[in-house]
């Protein structure tokens, strides 16, 4: 299983970014993926999740009503629609696969990483 993450860039703040995160495998679809980011000096942090079927999903405190993560599972492809963007959110962003369907914060439960897309709002 292979992850890219792409849609990264240098935003204002109050903008919009969308994230994509294109996954390899036949099985896609039975996956869970998460988006978790990772500022300079800072732990890698859980940023949404979204379950095999898109019925469920998971965000943390600092991006509900911001974030919305979605896939379309024709196109192996997991999305994170970034709203009103935030200086604090500047961070590489990675998006990651559990084949048991786990898609919450616990980052030792993902089986897959992709690398980083670089996210950067100025205020």
């Known amino acids: 299983v292979q992850l890219q993450a792409s849609g990264g860039g240098l935003v204002q703040a109050g903008g919009s970014l969308r994230l994509s995160c294109a996954v390899s495998?036949?099985?896609?679809?039975?996956?869970?993926v998460g988006w978790f980011r990772q500022a300079p000096g800072r732990e890698r942090e859980f940023v949404a999740g979204?379950?095999?079927?898109?019925?469920?999903?998971s965000y943390a405190d600092s991006v509900k009503g911001r974030f919305t993560i979605s896939r379309d599972n024709a196109k192996n492809t997991v999305y994170l629609e970034m709203n009103s963007l935030k200086p604090e959110d500047t961070a590489v962003y990675y998006c990651?696969?559990?084949?048991?369907?786990?898609?919450?914060?616990?980052?030792?439960?993902?089986?897959?990483w992709g690398q980083g897309t670089l996210v950067t709002v100025s205020s």
């Open positions: 495998g036949r099985t896609f679809s039975s996956y869970a």
């Open positions: 979204i379950n095999w079927s898109g019925a469920r999903t």
């Open positions: 990651a696969a559990d084949t048991g369907d786990y898609y919450r914060d616990y980052r030792a439960r993902y089986d897959y």
